[in-house]
């Protein structure tokens, strides 16, 4: 991986990868889709979210400098297999958000654009709420009524884990970046349990749009080219799971996606992008032909296809400087002028594998873009 290289580096091999003739792949990642964002924005993690509008227009400006292209058809530009007139382009879509289904899936169909949607099998047809939606609601309410980690009662470890996530006076945001990166999926569930008791946030209603996709809903896009991929069963982070467990929760959601899509799941995406080499093994070994991460590069031929870099983009990604919709801005992004400058260094999502015996899974890891 690129982690010790220099912006200098990394634009000089970027440039090299241009003269060689092979063509780039950009992958984004979005997650929701609503349809007022400010107004969204109070009620849920904003960073999630994009508006319809400038979701479309995302798009429009990607059209003009890109092929947007399934994501098998991007995998044989990478691997030789197939040649592209320009640099190519795939949208794809974390977590299955329902409002993913309504507002994204006219955008996409009326530009005839195909794509992926990375869904956690356990969710699909349920009410549901995600995990790190359910903490940011908790870790939300805790900071506006000013409860302390200590003064919340949810006993140890969670209340171990808070006070560290909080440390600083962090923002809930960050205070949840905290807690995804650095503890196991099944205690932070816990967790969110545990914080709903006490907080009075158990009977929470959320909106239609922040629950899961159905069945029928996925189905539907998938006959429109918008395709299912793997996001674990439970959104699990799986380096910070011994690998027995990760390769089980990757077994499990495999299954179960088949049986109710009735067709083959061939690419996953790893939650909050973090992987490592014995989970890469454990996909294959499943039968993936991909997996993507949260890197914020684009892809050259030659890319490890279970490493396949992404840009995870919101509402913010375009604001600009008046907060307005900037299309100078958007088209740099995907020109990927921003990263060729180093003035975004991408997150690096390689850990090493959890053979984990015990303990392990509390060790302090680095904070990620959310996948
Ligand atoms: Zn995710």
Redesign the pocket.
């Known amino acids: 991986m690129a982690l010790h290289y220099s912006g200098a580096r990394e634009l000089l091999s970027a440039v090299q990868r241009r003269a060689v003739g092979g063509r780039r792949v950009l992958i984004l990642s979005y997650h929701r889709v609503v349809a007022d964002f400010a107004q969204e924005a109070k009620r849920s993690l904003h960073t999630l979210n994009i508006e319809q509008r400038t979701f479309r227009s995302h798009l429009e400006v990607l059209q003009e400098s890109h092929e947007v292209v399934s994501l098998d058809d991007a995998l044989s530009v990478l691997d030789g297999t197939r040649q592209a007139a320009r640099d190519v382009a795939v949208v794809t879509f ?2 299955g958000y329902r409002d993913v289904y309504r507002h994204a899936f006219p955008v996409m169909r009326d530009l005839r654009i195909p794509g992926v949607v ?1 869904v956690p099998s356990a969710f699909v047809g349920t009410e549901r709420r995600l995990g790190h939606d359910r903490l940011f609601a908790a870790l939300r309410r805790m900071q506006a009524r000013g409860i302390g980690p200590m003064a919340v009662g949810v006993g140890n470890p969670g209340e171990r884990w808070l006070i560290d996530a909080f440390e600083g006076n962090a923002e809930p945001q960050v205070a949840l970046e905290r807690l995804i990166a650095r503890r196991p999926t099944p205690g932070l569930l816990k967790l969110a349990d545990a914080l709903e008791d006490r907080l009075g946030l158990s009977s929470w209603r959320p909106q239609e749009g922040e629950l899961p996709m159905s069945w029928e809903m996925l189905r539907e896009m998938d006959a429109q080219g918008i395709v299912t991929g793997a ?1 674990t069963a439970e ?1 699990t982070v799986l380096t910070n799971q011994r690998l027995d467990d990760a390769r089980r929760e990757i077994a499990q959601c495999k299954a179960a996606l088949e049986k109710g899509l009735k067709k083959p799941v061939k690419h996953f ?1 790893y ?2 992008g973090y992987y490592s080499a014995g989970v890469a093994q454990a996909l294959k070994a499943e039968g993936f032909i991909s997996a993507v991460t949260t890197e914020d590069m684009p892809n050259a031929p030659g890319v490890d296809p279970f490493a396949l870099k992404r840009k995870v983009l919101w509402e913010g990604s375009s604001a600009g400087v008046l907060g307005l919709y900037s299309k100078p801005l958007i088209a740099c992004q995907f020109d990927d002028t921003f990263g060729m400058l180093a003035v975004q260094k991408p997150v690096m999502g390689a850990r090493p594998t959890n053979f984990g015996t015990a303990g392990r899974a509390d060790a302090e890891q680095g904070i990620s873009a ?2």
Request: proline fraction near 0%; charge should be negative.
């Open positions: 974390d977590d990375y996001h959104h995406a939650c909050n959310h996948g």
